[in-house]
């Protein structure tokens, strides 16, 4: 089944301490996104890859680091997380970035730090 | 800053009637998307139409686009208990290949 997959899908955590929510996608899909969902806000952009090993800023990547070692995969790290940071956490990815195709998304990881 | 705005923020209707749902955007468009999410869970693609285009279908689903007015409308018809969630509007298009979301329509059907 071409899903996008996200691990852990609850945390709870304290501020300072470092985390990583992992992002699979099985579409061999070039490119990849993570976006942030807080009430009031909608979805905001934090990263994006284009494809292995090229990674850029969305519009609020303050206090998030990303990587792409692999096609498939785009973990978010949180180096010092800080309880403005507590939000609803989606990655999504798509194929044939040229014609902005659609997007297909996990199902999300709710983020609190305390 | 999101550039999308849909309209209304809550709609609620009772189940087999149609529901609309308007969205505007500022900036030039590739497409213009619908997503739909029930409560906290992810975004799931609906459809997705093109800027030369100005009315698409898909089962239930009407999507309309008015590029000299910037606003996109999504009509789903006979609407259902199950219809009950979130829809946004996704302008595809902007830089970073990214897609500029609107805050959501809530949408609930009554049975």
């Not at chain 1, 501020?15 to 909608?42: A, F, I």
Request: aromatic share 8%; proline share 4%.
């Amino acid at each position: 089944e071409a899903q996008v997959t996200q691990n852990p899908r609850y945390l709870i955590t304290v501020t300072g301490k470092k985390l990583t929510v992992t992002c699979s996608q099985n579409m061999n899909h070039e490119y990849m996104s993570w976006y942030r969902q807080d009430p009031g806000l909608g979805l905001r952009q934090i990263y994006y890859s284009m494809n292995v090993e090229v990674t850029d800023k969305g519009d609020v990547p303050e206090g998030y680091k990303v990587s792409r070692k692999e096609k498939r995969n785009f973990p978010l790290i949180l180096e010092s997380p800080s309880p403005n940071q507590t939000s609803l956490y989606f990655c999504a990815s798509s194929s044939d970035r040229d014609t902005y195709n659609e997007q297909f998304f996990g199902p999300g990881t709710r983020l609190t730090v305390l | 800053s999101q550039q999308g705005e849909e309209d209304p923020q809550a709609l609620s209707i009772q189940e087999g009637e149609n529901a609309t749902m308007n969205c505007s955007y500022k900036t030039s468009i590739n497409n213009l998307q619908w997503y739909r999410q029930n409560s906290g869970r992810g975004l799931v693609h609906l459809i997705l139409i093109r800027s030369n285009e100005r009315e698409k279908h898909s089962g239930r689903l009407r999507v309309t686009l008015d590029t000299s007015k910037k606003s996109s409308s999504l009509l789903i018809t006979a609407s259902r208990a199950a219809d009950t969630a979130s829809y946004f509007c996704a302008n595809g298009g902007g830089s970073n290949y990214k897609l500029t979301f609107g805050k959501g329509t809530l949408l609930t059907v009554n049975p």
